[in-house]
């Protein structure tokens, strides 16, 4: 597949004889197949069969729950709001019973854009075949061509563009989208909106992260919340890095509403999961302040108290 995916794994066998192994092998040996390119079944076959040959129960039954990170393309994440950055799939297998996977990994596909380069394609064959893979595997097939779709997604783009029915530099005061108008309010108010989820890549290690983003600024205005969607999710789909991404937001809200602004952005990072760090359940925020929040604790403290105590955007617990 072209993305990551995560995974809990269940392991159920019945002893042969008193042969009862330790919970920390089965652990190693679920890390020692993750650690290579694999789709859920595989995986689950492949820890299957390794541990019916080295433990020789009576049965066994290994059960994975996966989460593959779904990255929508900018312009469907505009369309369907309830687009979610997490797709479960249920996998099992062994031999007590024939169990079938409920959702074939295969089935997440993401939509092209624009052109596939054949150069690109033939660079991500060259890389399957430097980790020792055969890239007319049958599993590979596929492969450099749904990874190649999937990173233009993140293709540098201007923000000269429309933004789910906004035109950047309109001016606050004739925004409307969808039936949203701006809400004006008689006296100047700190408006937030918080848990507006996104999706980004890594441009260090070219890995996802994602996570949540919390912004509050202060205003008569109360600026649409499909407008900050958009402004996140356009920021978001590039080669970015975290502090770069929180800085644009920031200073692209303030253009709007006149300088005042506060963005918090909490985010998970594969690169420090998969990579030799293993930090697991780890999130890194940073802050960008423009304005009033830059020079007045009190008004950062206002808007800090407000954000919720915990994200459960960041990912599958």
Same mark, same amino acid.
């Given at each position: 597949m072209s993305t990551s995916f995560q995974f809990k794994c269940h392991v159920g066998y019945i002893p042969s004889g008193q042969r009862v192994v330790g919970s920390s092998k089965l652990s190693r040996v679920a890390d020692v197949f993750a650690k290579r390119l694999q789709d859920p079944q595989r995986l689950a076959n492949e820890e299957c069969s390794a541990l019916h040959h080295w433990i020789k129960p009576a049965g066994i039954a290994v059960v994975l729950q996966c989460w593959h990170m779904h990255f929508p393309s900018l312009e469907s994440f505009l369309v369907e709001s309830n687009s979610q950055g997490w797709l479960r799939v249920l996998v099992r297998s062994g031999s007590i019973a024939s169990w079938c996977p409920s959702q074939s990994c295969s089935s997440l596909k993401v939509s092209p854009n624009g052109q596939i380069n054949t150069g690109m394609i033939t660079a991500v064959d060259s890389i399957l075949m430097s980790l020792g893979e055969d890239p007319s595997r049958e599993e590979l097939v596929g492969t450099p061509v749904r990874f190649v779709k999937w990173l233009m997604n993140f293709q540098n783009t201007s923000f000269e563009v429309k933004l789910n029915g906004f035109v950047y530099g309109r001016g606050v005061d004739s925004l409307k989208a969808n039936g949203e108008p701006v809400v004006y309010h008689k006296q100047e108010q700190l408006?937030?909106?918080?848990?507006?989820?996104?999706?980004?890549?890594?441009? *260090? *290690?070219?890995?996802?992260?994602?996570?949540?983003?919390?912004?509050?600024?202060?205003?008569?205005?109360?600026?649409?919340?499909?407008?900050?969607?958009?402004?996140?999710?356009?920021?978001?789909?590039?080669?970015?890095?975290?502090?770069?991404?929180?800085?644009?937001?920031?200073?692209?809200?303030?253009?709007?509403?006149?300088? %005042?602004?506060?963005?918090?952005?909490?985010?998970? *990072?594969?690169?420090?999961?998969?990579?030799?760090?293993?930090?697991?359940?780890?999130?890194?925020?940073?802050?960008?302040?423009?304005?009033?929040?830059?020079? %007045?604790?009190?008004?950062?403290?206002?808007?800090?108290?407000?954000?919720p105590n915990s994200s459960t955007a960041l990912g599958p617990s």
């Open positions: 408006q937030t909106e918080v848990n507006l989820s996104f999706w980004s890549q890594c441009e *260090h *290690h070219l890995l996802p992260f994602y996570g949540v983003v919390h912004i509050g600024y202060f205003g008569f205005n109360l600026i649409p919340k499909s407008l900050l969607k958009s402004i996140v999710h356009f920021y978001g789909f590039k080669l970015q890095v975290q502090e770069r991404l929180t800085r644009q937001i920031a200073e692209t809200v303030s253009s709007l509403v006149g300088g %005042d602004v506060i963005v918090v952005l909490e985010a998970g *990072h594969t690169c420090m999961i998969s990579r030799s760090i293993e930090k697991f359940g780890s999130s890194i925020a940073t802050i960008a302040l423009l304005g009033r929040f830059s020079a %007045d604790p009190s008004a950062r403290a206002m808007f800090l108290q407000s954000l």
